[in-house]
Nanobody, 125 residues
Framework: VQLQASGGGLVQAGGSLRLSCAAFGRTLRGYAVAWFRQAPGKEREFVAGYSRTGGYTSYADSVKGRFTISRDNAWNTVYLQMNSLKPEDTAVYYC???????????????????WGQGTLVTVSS
């Protein structure tokens, strides 16, 4: 499956953005899907995601209560709604998908084989 991320941009602290991750080639049904982010000089970190069955959804502690991951009914697009953005949320955001990840590992970026190209989110103070 090919992924295309979009929706990044420049926003003031406290604002909102919605990122989209569109799948091409096949749907995301049966895939673990997650959003990761990477700030300059830092490691890629898990933001939000759900397991292959969709039965488990989790968020990084730093975004819990502010970000929401969701998908469309056709399993073609996964979204990341980001509210109450903070300057520390500034990063390149990536979506990733994989259909062979066990439930216990879907927060681990090294498990993912399919990645979108990244979209830059900049939050000004």
């Amino acid at each position: 499956v090919q992924l295309q991320a979009s929706g990044g941009g420049l926003v003031q602290a406290g604002g909102s953005l919605r990122l989209s991750c569109a799948a091409f080639g096949r749907t995301l049904r049966g895939y673990a899907v997650a959003w990761f982010r990477q700030a300059p000089g830092k490691e890629r970190e898990f933001v939000a995601g759900y397991s292959r069955t969709g039965g488990y959804t989790s968020y990084a502690d730093s975004v819990k209560g502010r970000f929401t991951i969701s998908r469309d009914n056709a399993w073609n697009t996964v979204y990341l709604q980001m509210n109450s953005l903070k300057p520390e949320d500034t990063a390149v955001y990536y979506c990733a998908a994989d259909n062979s990840i066990v439930t216990s590992s879907y927060r681990d970026y090294v498990q993912y084989d399919n990645w979108g190209q990244g979209t830059l989110v900049t939050v000004s103070s």
